[in-house]
């Protein structure tokens, strides 16, 4: 089962859920010009069939994965450290610059891909007023959200997946969703946290170096 060609389909079978009308989906997945950036991003480093252990951060933002497909990627990143040319607007996001300061001090973007895929609790990305909004925070989200989270979930583990851990990158609701939704239906022996990059870059980015090595830390562990 190779990564890059079920990944590939995974994204282009993915549609946003039913939701209430005050908010908006992101499917980036629809446009050609993602799925090209997307499948080359999947040759260049999931050419395999290799196990991986799976980072999950959210639900993708507008200014990062919500336009390159590729998880807490922006179209700087895209293009000056995985070398995969596009025409999209060259817009920096704060999560994707901590992101990929910390695959470059576990060894780059080869050495990282080759062990771990990033993804996100739910796939596609929310929108109110114009701007992001986390799945958790749709008003009655509970209701209409969790069933496509599993679904989407049991998906992702049809592949070479690490079941002893995966990671989950924020240390608030994203992290007790995801344990409670684990603890009930056992995908992985345990879910470990990381601080979310955003949060770093905004609040403590002073002490980057220190949550840079704590990246580092969990991602060998």
Known sequence: MMWSTELSSYFSQLKCPDIPLQYGCMNPYLQAETMEVVNAFLHKYYQDSGE?????GINPGRFGSGITGISFTDPIRLKEVLQISHDFQMRPELSSEFIYEAIEA???????????FISAVYPLGFLHNGKNINYYELNGWKEFIIEPIVAEMEKMLELPVNRERCICIGKGENYKFLTRLNEQYGWFERVEVLPHPRWILQYRRKQKEHFLEEYVRVLGS
């Open 52 to 56: 991986r252990t799976l980072l999950f």
């Open 106 to 116: 576990y060894g780059g973007p080869e050495v990282f891909f080759r062990s771990f």
